[in-house]
C-alpha cells in the first residue's frame, strides 16, 4: 500500500488521500502501476490553491503549483524501460507510490468480449498457473457511469499471479503477454470495459452534440427519460409476463440458429449503462492525461442494428480519443466481429456489416484490425477462445509500433476487383508470403451476383496473388461478396495462417442503412 512518509495512512486510487493530507494523487497512480517508457510522464492531481508540488521518479524530477480551484499537473522527462522505483510527490507532506516499473502501457477498452474474464477462457487453469510474472502489471477500472466528466475512478494495480489475473480480461492478458515474449518490458495493462455498452457511451459529449448524424442517440435517450418514472414504477407488475415471453423467444430462436434474445432489463433511465458519453466521464476521462503507448478495443456488438452509423461513429470515437490525448497518432487497434449464429441469407446480415465497418475504419491512420472470422462460437456471443484475439492485436503493435518487421500485422485484405469475361478478379493487401486457402480444391465462402443482385454460391481458384471467382449461373457477374454473414464459411488466408477479413465488391443499400 502506499503511504504518506511521515505516519502510516494509506492512500487508495480513488483520489489518493487520508483524512489530513490535503495533497492528493489522480486515480490511476498506485502501488505496483507501470508508466510509459520514452515520453514525457505527466502526473497530476489536487492540493491547496498556490502550494509547490515536487515529483520524483528514478533521477528524473519535477515542479509546480497548484492553481486557484487546486489542480496542479507536473511532467516528469522521459526514462527507459526500468524499476521497481519509488514515485514521490513532496508538498507539504509526502506521498509514496511504490514499486513502479517504467515499461508499456496499453489502454484496454470496450464491451463485453474485452471484459470477458481470463478464469472462463479455454484452457484458463494452466494458463491462470503460470501468471506468475511481476513484469505485467495489471489495472481494473470499475464500472461506473456518469452523466458528466469525474476527475477520479476506483483502480487497483497488481502484478500478475496466479491470484489477481483470473478475473482480469482475457484479451487484454493474452495481449500483454506476447508483447511482454517479444519486448522483454514491463507491461501495464489499463482495462476499462463494461459489457452491453455501444460505443456513444464511450465518447465526449460534444462529439455526439456536434455531429447531426449522432442526434437520434441523444433524442431517443431523452425521450427513455422522460418515460422512465412511469414504465420504473410499472416494472415489477410486468415482468413475469417479460420473462414469459423471454423464454419463448429464446426458445425461438434456438431452434433457429440464432442468438437468444436480451433478458428483460429495468427501463433505462438514470444510471443505465446506455447513458450516452455515461462511460466516457466515469471510466475514461479520469485516465487523461497518463500516458499509454495506444489502445486496443473489442466492441460493436451492442451497435450491430446501427452498423451502417457505426463507419461514422468508431471513427469518431477514435479521432475523440486521440484529440483529448493530444496525440493524433495514438494506436489504435482492434478486434473485427467473430462469426456467430448459424448461416443466413447472405444478403442479410447485421453482423456483416457491422464487420463493413470496422474494415473501413482502416482508412484511418495507425488503426489496425485484428480479423477473429475463425475462432468465433456459433452458439456463444462471447467466444472462450480469447488468446489468438489477443495475439493477433500484439501482431500489429509489434509490427507497427515496435519496429517487429518479420511479424505479420494482418490476413489479407480486400483491395479492388476487376471484371475478367465471366469471371472477377480480386486483389488483397496484406498478402505476405502468398494467398492460401484451407482446402485447395474447395475455396469456399464467395457468392456472386449479376444484375439482378441475387447472390449464389461461387467457385473461386487463387492465381498469383489475386483470387477468381466464378458461377455458371451467373455469366455476367458484377459483384463478389466473401465470408459475408453472421457465421459464414471461410477459407482464405495468408502464409501466417491469418485470415481474410470478409468483404463486398458492391456498394448495394445493406439492411442497416438510414438507422440511426
Known amino acids: ?3 504518506r512518509c ?24 498506485g502501488d505496483n502501476m507501470i508508466v510509459q517508457r520514452d515520453v514525457p510522464i505527466p502526473v497530476w492531481g ?22 486557484n480551484e487546486g489542480n496542479w499537473k507536473a511532467t516528469i522527462s522521459k526514462l527507459a524501460a526500468g524499476g521497481p522505483f519509488d514515485l514521490t510527490v513532496v508538498s507539504s507532506e509526502t506521498l509514496i507510490v511504490r514499486n ?30 503460470a501468471a506468475l510474472n511481476p513484469k505485467i502489471r495489471l489495472c481494473t477500472v470499475q464500472r461506473a457511469v456518469s452523466e458528466t466528466a469525474q476527475i477520479s475512478a476506483k483502480a487497483s494495480w497488481v502484478e500478475s499471479s496466479p491470484t489477481t489475473v483470473g478475473r482480469f480480461s482475457a484479451v487484454a492478458y493474452f495481449f500483454g503477454k506476447k508483447l511482454l515474449e517479444e519486448l522483454d518490458v514491463p507491461v501495464g495493462l489499463v482495462h476499462a470495459s463494461w459489457g452491453g455498452t455501444a460505443a456513444e457511451s464511450w465518447m465526449p459529449p460534444m462529439v455526439l452534440a456536434d455531429d447531426s448524424e449522432f442526434a437520434p442517440i441523444l433524442q431517443r435517450w431523452q425521450s427513455d427519460l422522460k418515460k422512465f418514472p412511469e414504465l420504473n414504477a410499472t416494472f415489477q407488475d410486468r415482468l413475469p409476463a417479460l420473462m414469459a415471453q423471454w423464454r419463448s423467444d429464446s426458445a425461438a430462436a434456438a431452434a433457429d440458429g440464432k442468438a ?50 457505426y463507419r461514422r461513429l468508431f471513427p469518431a470515437l477514435i479521432r475523440s480519443w486521440r484529440k483529448t490525448w493530444e496525440n493524433e497518432k495514438l494506436p489504435f487497434y482492434y478486434v473485427q466481429l467473430p462469426n456467430l449464429f448459424r448461416q443466413p441469407d447472405p444478403s442479410k446480415s447485421v453482423w456483416a456489416e457491422l464487420r463493413e465497418s470496422q474494415l473501413q475504419t482502416l482508412s484511418l491512420t495507425n488503426t489496425g484490425m485484428a480479423v477473429t472470422i475463425d475462432v468465433g462460437d456459433s452458439m456463444d456471443i462471447h467466444p472462450r477462445n480469447k488468446k489468438p484475439v489477443g495475439e493477433r492485436l500484439a501482431r500489429i503493435a509489434l509490427n507497427k509500433d515496435y519496429g517487429h518487421s518479420q511479424v505479420v500485422p494482418s490476413g489479407p485484405v480486400y483491395a479492388g476487383y476487376r471484371p475478367d469475361g465471366a469471371s472477377i478478379r480480386i486483389s488483397f493487401s496484406e498478402i ?51 465470408a459475408w454473414g453472421d457465421n459464414p464459411e471461410w477459407s482464405l488466408m495468408n502464409a501466417a495462417g491469418l485470415p481474410a477479413s470478409p ?14
Open 1 to 3: 500500500m502506499s503511504r
Open 432 to 482: 505476405d508470403g502468398g494467398l492460401l486457402a484451407r482446402s485447395v480444391d474447395n475455396i469456399t465462402g464467395f457468392v456472386v451476383a449479376g444484375e439482378d443482385r441475387i447472390f449464389v454460391s461461387a467457385r473461386a481458384k487463387i492465381e498469383a496473388n489475386e483470387v477468381v471467382v466464378w458461377c455458371d449461373r451467373v455469366q455476367q457477374p458484377v459483384a463478389v461478396r466473401y
Open 6 to 29: 511521515i505516519g502510516a495512512a494509506v492512500f487508495s486510487l480513488v483520489f489518493i488521500s487520508t483524512a489530513e493530507s490535503q495533497v492528493r494523487l489522480a486515480s490511476i497512480f
Open 260 to 309: 437468444p434474445p436480451a433478458r428483460p432489463q429495468l427501463p433505462r433511465g438514470p444510471g443505465s449503462r446506455d447513458t450516452p458519453s455515461g462511460q466516457w466521464n466515469a471510466m475514461i476521462h479520469p485516465l487523461i492525461p497518463f500516458a499509454v503507448k495506444g489502445v486496443i478495443w473489442y466492441q460493436g456488438e451492442a451497435n450491430a442494428s446501427r452498423a451502417y452509423q
Open 46 to 67: 489536487q492540493a491547496p490553491p498556490g502550494a509547490t508540488i515536487t515529483i520524483r521518479l528514478s533521477y528524473a524530477t519535477a515542479s509546480t503549483s497548484a492553481d
Open 100 to 129: 513502479v516499473l517504467v515499461g508499456e502501457v496499453w489502454l484496454c477498452s470496450g464491451q463485453s468480449n474485452m471484459e470477458f474474464r481470463l478464469d472462463r477462457s479455454d484452457a484458463a487453469d494452466s494458463v491462470i498457473a
Open 503 to 516: 468483404f463486398r465488391t458492391d456498394d448495394w443499400p445493406l439492411t442497416t442503412f438510414g438507422r440511426k
